[in-house]
């Protein structure tokens, strides 16, 4: 199956701005337009932070935000703050009616 | 409020079975897609498989084909996944989840931990 490839780690200074990419591997990955994207902190449930590409579900911050650019997937995290370390994760079609899942970042506050 | 509690994870030994369960509650759990996705210790997040409301259509990772096998009971309100010929690579906390379409899962159970060794 296909893979969507993500930095191992990303970091930032509270307030900063960062970005995640997620890159597809393969072509047969779908519409970008149809990423989601998820923040696990260690020991919990992961927690969907933005869905379609670029909505927010109810109570999730609009520090989150999602876009895309190609093949690439992008979530920035915004006015960067200690709760936000966490693991993130993207997630696409993976073809035939399959989902695949980004390798993850670490996202550290300096 | 909406709750998914899965159950059955434990210790087994390689080439053995195991079967999962997931109680939903707090909303028509005959209206969703299901899925489940698993962790293994220190990786990423891997998603399994899912089912449809009415139980048709069914799709797995290639990873897990041929061996495991979702299946849902809407009059239980439940969700299951049964694990044959297990290996240690199966070896990962098990999260069923509520699918709202577009690779979107709002809702996660607690996980439950399968430790395949000898």
Do not use: H
Not at chain 1, 82 to 88: I, W
Not at chain 2, 73 to 98: G, P, W
């Amino acid at each position: 199956q296909s893979a969507l490839t993500q930095p191992a780690s990303v970091s930032g200074s509270p307030g900063q701005s960062i970005t995640i990419s997620c890159t597809a591997t393969s072509s047969d990955v779908g519409s970008y337009n149809l990423v989601s994207w998820y923040q696990q902190r260690p020991g919990k449930a992961p927690k969907l932070i933005i869905y379609e590409g670029s909505k927010r579900p109810s109570g999730v911050s609009n520090r989150f935000s999602g876009s895309n650019s190609g093949n690439t997937a992008s979530l920035t995290i915004s006015g960067l703050q200690a709760e936000d370390e966490a693991d993130y994760y993207c997630c696409s079609f993976g073809g035939t009616k399959t989902y695949v899942f980004g390798t993850g970042t670490k996202v550290t506050v300096l | 409020q909406v709750q998914l509690v899965e159950s059955g994870g434990g210790l087994v030994k390689p080439g053995g079975s195991l079967r999962l369960s997931c109680a939903a509650s707090g909303f028509t759990f005959s209206d969703y897609y299901m899925s489940w996705i698993r962790q293994a210790p220190g990786k990423g997040l891997e998603w399994v498989s899912y089912i449809s409301s009415s139980g048709s259509p069914i799709y797995y990772a290639d990873s897990v084909k041929g061996r495991f096998t979702i299946s849902r009971d809407n009059a239980k309100n439940s969700l299951y996944l049964q694990m044959n010929s297990l290996t240690a690579e199966d070896t990962a906390v098990y999260f069923c989840a509520r699918d709202e379409g577009s690779s979107s899962w709002y809702f996660w159970g607690q996980g439950t931990l399968v430790t395949v060794s000898s």
